[in-house]
């Protein structure tokens, strides 16, 4: 899914005049040999889909490099890219010896803000990744949430559901950044219970739940109001899981055994609306 971009952007961090594209004393225009350009340490992109940079590369090979890339020169006379690393590897691909790029003054660290807001705003990066830029940027650049917010032109609540992402269990972001589950999801996730998030991502992945029904998963984890660890489906004894299969064709995903410490416990049938009552006759009736 493609992230959305982060509203103002540079303009909003540097000032109008410091993104400007027009040759200036801060920013001139040239034909670099790709060889003399590395990429910036600091690119908070971690992964290059390998489908996408060949259609940038048949892109390139058939109108050439319509977008100059932007570089600054390093202190080794090499120039390392603050935006445009997949147009550079695409070029390598279809064999250019020379970039069009906009050469920038600019200092270590702005370079290292401008890379980040850059691949932020314009790359397809997963939501793990924007949360990673997004934390070098407040961490780095010594900005709090809230003039991060004001900075990109977002609400706080958007930056903190980012950086809570990075609160969650590696399992929980690895599935997240794997495409295993959405933001939406791994949001919901995170406002369960820790103890709990685990065996709700299990479940999540198990069961094929939309966002819709984790984020009811953990409305009902919330109302229960207990502070006992949550048991994992697998760790109940097999014939629970056997009678949890039985009782689902009638009840769907409505169906919740709880095992108490006493050897006893219950079955937990949650419905939602009237209209969920009649459903569950209708499907023992049919049955």
């Known amino acids: 899914m493609k992230q959305k971009g982060l509203g103002r952007g540079l303009d909003a961090i540097f000032g109008t005049d ?52 932007t570089l600054k020169k390093g202190e080794d006379g090499k120039y390392i890219i603050i935006s445009g690393e997949r147009r550079w590897r695409a070029s390598q691909m279809v064999g250019l010896e020379t970039l069009p790029a906009y050469i920038r003054e600019a ?10 807001v850059k691949n932020i705003q314009r790359q397809d990066l997963n939501a793990i990744e924007i949360a990673l830029g997004m934390r070098r940027l407040i961490e780095e650049c010594g900005l709090t949430q809230e003039a991060m917010a004001d900075k990109v032109g977002k609400k706080r609540s958007t930056i903190t559901n980012y950086m809570r992402l990075l609160a969650l269990p590696e399992q929980v972001q690895l599935a997240l950044k794997e495409g295993l589950i959405t933001m939406g999801h791994a949001k919901a996730i995170a406002s369960i219970d820790e103890s709990r998030q685990l065996w709700a991502l299990k479940r999540c992945i198990k069961k094929s739940l939309s966002v819709r029904q984790v984020e009811e998963l953990a409305r009902k984890l919330a109302q229960e109001n207990t502070t006992e660890s949550a048991t994992d489906e697998e760790e109940y004894p097999e014939s629970y899981s056997r009678l949890v299969e039985r009782l689902e064709p009638y009840f769907a995903d409505n169906v919740n055994i ?17 209209e969920d009552i009649e459903l569950f006759i209708e499907r023992l009736q049919n049955r």
């Open 18 to 69: 410091k993104v400007s594209v027009k040759t200036t004393p801060m920013n001139r225009m040239a034909e670099i040999a790709i060889s003399q350009i590395i990429p910036n340490p600091t690119q908070p992109r971690t992964n290059f889909d390998q489908e996408a940079l060949e259609e940038l590369a048949d892109s390139i090979r058939q109108l050439g490099v319509i977008q100059p890339i």
């Open 258 to 274: 709880k095992r108490g410490k006493n050897g006893g416990g219950k079955i937990v049938i949650n419905f939602s609306s009237d």
């Open 107 to 116: 200092d270590d660290e702005n370079l290292h803000a401008m890379a980040l």
